[in-house]
């Protein structure tokens, strides 16, 4: 089955109903894109998957274990551990050098710097940007800033990575680029891709597609 669905999710914000019935299922492995215009709902469906919005009412469940019901503590820790995180800018600490930013995440999961940083360097030079190590975020361009990110949403073996317009910062080729090597290093690593975007240029690097609109949105893999 699944790895991860949610069904029937409802989440309000004040007068706004930014989701009114959303059925989604992520497969392992695959790269699921999730398109609709602006506003749809479409972050939204994201921040609820990854455990980050409690929905108002609908069920998550991630392998077999229901994501709304486990405490905030329990949410965090398994965040840090099966889930990684690209979204479109910013997220890089502006005061740790790119290399230190790619070995956060282990940092934070308790691994020794020796081990992180010489996983993390692996990792850069996957994404070949492996002489920026020593550098800071904002001494490199947007297109190796996003590779950098990438490096580091995939640096603790994650089960499902959620990328939010990974690359809707960036220019078309440099969007290519970063697009290509997100999907090949989540394939190789057999990690899934949650990708929200409203391009259709973006969404080709998926396996299947499903369309967010007012909120709702169907997943045929769910209808049976
Ligand atoms: P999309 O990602 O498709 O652009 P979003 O999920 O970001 O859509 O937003 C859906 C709707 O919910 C929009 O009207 C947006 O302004 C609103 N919204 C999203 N998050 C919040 C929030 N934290 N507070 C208030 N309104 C929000
Ligand atoms: P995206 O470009 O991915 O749709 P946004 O720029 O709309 O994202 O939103 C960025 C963040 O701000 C998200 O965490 C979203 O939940 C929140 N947000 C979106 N719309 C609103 C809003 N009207 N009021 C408060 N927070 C919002």
Same mark, same amino acid.
């Given at each position: =089955?699944?790895?991860?669905v949610? &069904?029937?999710?409802?989440? !309000?914000?004040?007068a706004?109903q930014?989701?009114?019935?959303?059925?989604?299922?992520?497969?392992?492995g695959?790269? +699921?894109?999730?398109?609709?215009?602006?506003g749809?709902?479409?972050?939204?469906?994201?921040?609820?998957?990854a455990?980050i919005?409690t929905p108002?009412?609908?069920?998550?469940?991630?392998q077999?274990?229901?994501?709304?019901?486990m405490?905030?503590?329990? &949410?965090?820790?398994?965040?840090?551990?099966?889930?990684?995180f690209v979204?479109?800018?910013? @997220?890089?600490?502006?005061e740790?050098?790119?290399?230190?930013?790619?070995?956060?995440?282990l940092?934070l999961?308790?691994v020794?710097?020796? *081990?992180?940083?010489?996983?993390?360097?692996q990792w850069?030079?996957?994404?070949?940007v492996g002489?920026l190590?020593?550098?800071?975020?904002?001494?490199?361009?947007g297109?190796q800033? @996003?590779?950098?990110?990438?490096?580091?949403a995939?640096?603790?073996? $994650? @089960?499902?990575?959620?990328?939010?317009? $990974?690359? =809707?910062?960036l220019?078309?080729?440099? =969007?290519? !680029?970063?697009?290509q +090597?997100?999907?090949e290093?989540?394939?190789?690593?057999?990690?899934?891709?949650?990708?929200?975007?409203?391009?259709?240029? *973006?969404a080709?690097?998926?396996?299947?597609?499903?369309?967010?609109?007012?909120?709702?949105a169907?997943?045929?893999?769910?209808?049976?």
């Amino acid at each position: =089955g699944p790895l991860l669905v949610g &069904r029937d999710l409802h989440k !309000t914000f004040g007068a706004t109903q930014a989701l009114r019935g959303a059925d989604v299922s992520v497969r392992a492995g695959e790269v +699921l894109a999730v398109m609709g215009p602006s506003g749809s709902g479409k972050s939204t469906l994201l921040h609820c998957l990854a455990g980050i919005v409690t929905p108002d009412s609908g069920s998550i469940e991630y392998q077999g274990r229901d994501l709304v019901a486990m405490s905030d503590a329990e &949410r965090s820790a398994l965040r840090r551990t099966d889930f990684g995180f690209v979204f479109q800018f910013g @997220q890089l600490v502006p005061e740790l050098t790119c290399l230190e930013n790619v070995a956060l995440p282990l940092r934070l999961g308790g691994v020794k710097r020796k *081990v992180a940083e010489a996983k993390a360097r692996q990792w850069l030079e996957r994404v070949e940007v492996g002489e920026l190590g020593a550098r800071r975020p904002g001494d490199v361009s947007g297109g190796q800033g @996003q590779r950098v990110a990438v490096a580091r949403a995939l640096v603790g073996d $994650p @089960q499902v990575v959620f990328a939010d317009e $990974p690359t =809707g910062a960036l220019d078309s080729l440099n =969007g290519e !680029t970063v697009m290509q +090597l997100l999907t090949e290093a989540a394939r190789s690593a057999n990690a899934a891709v949650v990708l929200v975007t409203h391009e259709a240029r *973006v969404a080709a690097h998926s396996d299947r597609e499903i369309v967010v609109r007012d909120g709702t949105a169907t997943d045929r893999e769910l209808v049976s």
